[in-house]
T-cell receptor, first 116, second 119 residues
Framework: DTEVTQTPKHLVMGMTNKKSLKCEQH?????MYWYKQKAKKPPELMFV???????INESVPSRFSPECPNSSLLNLHLHALQPEDSALYLC???????????????FGSGTQLSVL | GENVEQHPSTLSVQEGDSAVIKCTYS??????FPWYKQELGKRPQLIID?????GEKKDQRIAVTLNKTAKHFSLHITETQPEDSAVYFC??????????????????FGKGTKLSVKP
């Protein structure tokens, strides 16, 4: 299995809802990432988990809460989002290489999120 | 921190022509430079990458060149085909230490180039 799988593919939620995005990979990668991508813009890093521990938090608002239950799964819990949070949320994974740190990212297909 | 500039923002070529997209970066510690292709509504896909100890890399119709001194790198696509039409993102990565030791790349993306190949 050489894929990163994300569910759901589409999500519409109100500002008072609580929802979760899920990501799964079975490539044995030990780093997993959440990116946010607005239309016609590049992906922006939100969080990095390395060996199931939160390694990087790019100053993301607390209404986004990541969770890494095990080395294959990554969740993003959403609560009290704003309409400007509407975007494509991409999960990615990577694995250490002989040349050094985890860099070669494999992206999932993303969850298109709309906040009403 | 790292800043990646990408040009042009849009590029239209005739099928069979070559296309060149250029990026510059600011952090001399960056040592990994991937290029991603993203078709409309799909995931970014890695098409080629290069490390700072290499000046050029080629994979069939796609090549990447890196000039470390000038801090710029370029994507070259030859014999373009309509299926090459997509948004292309360059990125640069400087290793950073996470909260729990070890290090991982921190990809900073350029703003993207929308390539249109006309049949």
């Amino acid at each position: 299995d050489t894929e990163v799988t994300q569910t759901p593919k589409h999500l519409v939620m109100g500002m008072t809802n609580k929802k979760s995005l899920k990501c799964e990979q079975h490539m044995g990668h030990r780093a997993m990432y959440w990116y946010k991508q607005k239309a016609k813009k590049p992906p922006e890093l939100m969080f990095v988990y390395s060996y199931e521990k939160l390694s990087i938090n790019e100053s993301v608002p607390s209404r986004f809460s990541p969770e890494c239950p095990n080395s294959s799964l990554l969740n993003l819990h959403l609560h009290a989002l704003q309409p400007e949070d509407s975007a494509l949320y991409l999960c990615a994974s990577s694995h250490p290489t002989e040349q050094g740190p985890n860099e070669k990212l494999f992206f999932g297909s993303g969850t298109q999120l709309s906040v009403l | 921190g790292e800043n990646v500039e990408q040009h042009p923002s849009t590029l239209s070529v005739q099928e069979g022509d070559s296309a060149v997209i250029k990026c510059t970066y600011s952090d001399s510690a960056s040592n990994y430079f991937p290029w991603y292709k993203q078709e409309l509504g799909k995931r970014p896909q890695l098409i080629i990458d290069i490390r700072s100890n290499v000046g050029e890399k080629k994979d069939q119709r796609i090549a990447v060149t890196l000039n470390k001194t000038a801090k710029h790198f370029s994507l070259h696509i030859t014999e373009t085909q309509p299926e090459d039409s997509a948004v292309y993102f360059c990125a640069a990565s400087a290793p950073i230490r996470g909260n729990y030791g070890g290090s991982q790349g921190n990809l900073i993306f350029g703003k993207g180039t929308k390539l249109s190949v006309k049949p």
